[in-house]
């Protein structure tokens, strides 16, 4: 079947600016989880959903990011008034439960000008 | 201390060698450790998932827990060129009350041909 998918693939951003990056998980994940990849570090938890509730967020860096999956299937991660420091690859991740394999989307790689 | 730490590397192995990846953890309960590798520009993919002691086979590959240790490897028989690539540790803990994979930063593989 289908992996993780996210667009878009590519967004350049004017500092200031809001941007919307968007997953779609395996089909039947109940897990959903967003990380956020600097160049040459591994991945740094954003947030994580169990179908539509969001249970942590603790990783989101500033009240500027949020995140949202209203249906329990496609999640969409917003940046507003994005800053130079939030340029990096956002990861989206599916597993069919927390404790299971986590499955990668392709990512979105961000660059803020 | 970061939660799960990896020698950023890079390991350099010639062709046909064993190349050995180490983790450390800091979390004496998580049950699940997973080895992604990672090309450049692209998402992790899973290599091996181990969650008890001792040793677990997949084709050239072993991964390899030490649970009183906090420590888990992964072994790379007959490495190939094609396995170059960064190999990033996670652990799943419970933190914050949820579930989440904690990452190391990777070790860079080069395998020489």
């Known amino acids: 079947g289908a992996g993780v998918s996210q667009s878009p693939r590519y967004k350049v951003a004017k500092r200031g600016q809001d941007v919307a990056l968007r997953c779609d998980p395996i089909?039947?994940?109940?897990?959903l989880f967003w990380y956020q990849q600097a160049l040459g570090q591994g991945p740094e938890f954003l947030t994580y959903?169990?179908?539509?509730?969001?249970?942590?967020k603790s990783g989101l860096p500033s009240d500027r990011f949020f995140a949202e999956r209203p249906e329990g299937s496609v999640s969409t991660l917003k940046i507003q008034r994005t800053q130079q420091e939030d340029s990096a690859v956002y990861l989206c991740?599916?597993?069919?439960?927390?404790?299971?394999?986590?499955?990668f989307g392709p990512g979105t790689r961000l660059l803020v000008l | 201390q970061k939660e799960v730490e990896q020698n950023s590397g890079p390991l350099s192995v010639p062709e046909g060698a064993i190349a050995s990846l180490n983790c450390t953890y800091s979390?004496?309960?998580?049950?699940?450790f997973f080895w992604y590798r990672q090309y450049s520009g692209k998402s992790p993919e899973l290599i091996m998932s181990?969650?008890?002691?001792g040793d677990k086979e997949d084709g050239r590959f072993t991964a390899q827990l030490n649970k009183a240790s906090q420590y888990v490897s992964l072994l790379i028989r007959d490495s190939q060129p094609s396995d170059s690539a960064t190999y990033l540790c996670?652990?799943?803990?419970?933190?914050?009350?949820?579930?989440?994979?904690?990452f190391g930063t990777g070790t860079r593989l080069k395998v020489l041909a």
């Open positions: 991740a599916s597993s069919l439960t927390p404790l299971e394999t986590q499955y």
């Open positions: 089909s039947g994940h109940v897990s």
């Open positions: 959903f169990q179908n539509e509730a969001q249970l942590d």
């Open positions: 979390d004496r309960v998580s049950q699940s």
């Open positions: 181990i969650y008890s002691n």
């Open positions: 996670a652990v799943n803990m419970f933190t914050s009350g949820t579930y989440k994979y904690i």
